[in-house]
């Protein structure tokens, strides 16, 4: 880290807005909190005193249960809102949601929303620092931050790296946040999935796309499998679950084409036998569950430096 470097964000938006060096600060950070979660007792003083806010409108398991986790683990007072409990069941528009929780001085808003640039948008209407949890198809920023974090703990570093992503790049704000953070670190980044799944123009964000399966695992460091988000397709753009999985799906003869300790990822949750085999989910290279526990980490790092703590 250079001398004099200083985090300056008060917002984080996606992987985008951030530098090389942004990146490496918050990964060194998430790692002195680590230690936090295997204490006896899980609990620093760091947040005391401070209001975030929980705001999923969309279903969430470990992205919301982690932000949870780290902040009370932080000592912060946290409170949550979902869909069916927000006046936007009632028409309220979403700048006037952020109004309303900003007249009550909260420090950190997390938002997770269906809509592209709705945190974005959250952070114009409030005197918070704002967090992207996820937002529509755009970004999840603390999801490639955890990726990042999982991979550099196994190799030491994220340079010169072959990432293979395979599956619904289209759908997927993990993909994207992973492609510009991986390929910023100075990882290479191979995309391979169906030709419906695959964005027109995704190479602008420095991501290969291969044209085989062979081609995209062979050789990799890390193979990432996206889950099928059939929620966010309006007409099916797979013939089925089933030719999906043969095609597509990563089985250890397919694994064994990656570099002999490369590292099985998924963003979760995991369709077994669609995305992955069980056999691959389970295996020694799954570092799957490495991943929701970095994320704990990750997201501690995130509340505090976006408190003005460098």
């Known amino acids: 880290m250079a001398t004099g470097y200083s985090f300056l964000h008060r917002h984080i938006l996606g992987i985008e807005q951030l530098s090389r060096e942004d990146i490496s600060h918050i990964l060194t950070t998430a790692d002195s909190f680590k230690e936090i979660s295997a204490r006896p007792i899980k609990k620093v003083p760091t947040l ?12 969430s398991t470990r992205t919301r249960l982690s932000f949870e986790v780290a902040a009370k683990r932080m000592s912060a007072d946290t409170f949550n809102i979902s869909p069916s409990t927000s006046s936007t069941t009632k028409g309220e528009t979403l700048a006037d949601t952020a109004r309303n929780i900003s007249a009550m001085h909260p420090d950190i808003i997390i938002i997770r929303h269906a809509c592209s640039g709705a945190p974005l948008l959250l952070s114009r209407h409030v005197r918070a620092a ?37 599956g619904d790049i289209t759908h997927s704000r993990v993909a994207r946040s992973d492609i510009v953070g991986f390929t910023r670190m ?26 085989s399966l062979e081609e995209a695992v062979r ?74 526990t970095n994320g704990v980490a990750v997201r501690m790092a995130l509340l505090y430096l976006v408190m003005g703590n460098s």
């Open 219 to 292: 050789g990799a460091d890390v193979v990432m499998a996206l889950r099928i988000q059939r929620e966010r397709q309006n007409d099916p753009l797979l013939p089925s679950l089933r030719e999906y999985s043969r095609q597509f799906g990563i089985s250890r003869q397919v694994l064994s084409l990656a570099k002999a300790d490369a590292l099985v990822m998924h963003p979760g949750p995991v369709n077994r036998g669609v995305e992955l085999n069980p056999d691959v989910a389970d295996g020694p290279q799954s570092v799957i569950l490495d991943q929701v």
């Open 186 to 211: 100075g990882s290479e980044v191979h995309l391979y999935g169906p030709r419906t799944l695959i964005p027109q123009g995704i190479e602008h964000l420095g991501a290969k796309v291969c044209t």
């Open 130 to 166: 704002v967090i992207n949890a996820g937002d529509g198809a755009h970004e999840h920023p603390s999801q490639g931050l955890l990726d990042m974090m999982t991979v550099k703990e196994r190799r030491g570093t994220l340079s010169g790296l072959k990432i293979a992503i395979i």
């Open 48 to 59: 005391r005193g401070h209001t975030i806010i929980n705001l999923f409108f969309e279903p």
